[in-house]
């Protein structure tokens, strides 16, 4: 796999894109979100940076676009156009795909193109010489702490 | 690997985001929006990594969706206060 794998999945990514920016029903273009994650994943998998393409299914499309698609359902109720049940049975499945695919994806690194996510380079930068790991820990505790107090005091 | 292409097939992901972005009213719609320009920049991250062989562009990526994760949990925030409050989604008067 290699160039040309990459530019169907991203095709595929851009029409997503232009399904959630232009769809009029946000539960449907949250949807869309979800699988734009999953195919700009694969998109970077085929050429071979696997542990960001499998990050990328993993942290996107199971906890970025499921939030999001709980603040669309949100505005479902203003909108009228889906019963919560309906967004909450969609983010299910869509929480379970993610999960599995990026799962999959992450147990078989570099089966696709001859360059492979050399994991000892990004182990160093993040638990070595740029400490990242200990900045990215710090910036979540801090979003979760400060998106909390925003609705409590809101 | 050519790193042109995939720039090239990467940048309609970019512009679309950002007409999402500035014509949009809606905060979800636009924190979606900005969810895509950030799908953008990983996907170019990636593939500069893949073409030069730097691995450090994986990890910058990895920062990206940290920093998304960020987002969307203000935008929950944000998405439940006005729902609570104004009862409606939109900005901007």
């Known amino acids: ?154 | 690997m050519e790193l042109g292409a995939t720039i090239w097939v990467t940048l309609p992901l970019a512009v679309i985001a950002l007409y999402g972005i500035a014509a949009r009213r809606n905060i979800v719609r636009i924190m979606m929006s900005l969810e895509l320009m950030a799908i953008a920049s990983i996907t170019v991250m990636g593939a500069v990594a893949s073409s030069w062989w730097r691995p450090r562009g994986e990890v910058m990526g990895m920062m990206v969706l940290v920093a998304i994760t960020v987002e969307s949990a203000i935008l929950i925030a944000i998405a439940t206060y006005l729902a609570l409050r104004k009862e409606s989604l939109d900005i901007g008067g």
């Open chain 1, 1 to 154: 796999m290699g160039l040309y794998e990459f530019i169907i999945f991203m095709t595929l990514t851009n029409l997503m894109a232009i399904a959630v920016v232009w769809d009029k029903n946000l539960i449907r273009s949250a949807v869309a979100l979800t699988l734009a994650f999953i195919f700009s994943g694969l998109a970077l998998l085929s050429i071979g940076s696997w542990v960001l393409g499998a990050f990328q299914v993993l942290v996107g499309a199971s906890a970025v676009a499921i939030m999001a698609m709980y603040a669309a359902s949100l505005a479902v109720k203003e909108d009228r156009v889906e019963s919560r049940g309906i967004a909450s049975l969609a983010a299910a499945a869509l929480a379970a795909l993610g999960l599995s695919l990026g799962l999959v994806l992450i147990y078989t690194p570099g089966v696709f193109t001859s360059y492979v996510s050399p994991l000892a380079t990004i182990n160093n930068a993040l638990f070595g010489d740029l400490g990242l790991i200990l900045v990215l820990f710090f910036l979540l505790i801090a979003a979760i702490a400060s998106a909390s107090y925003l609705i409590r005091e809101g």
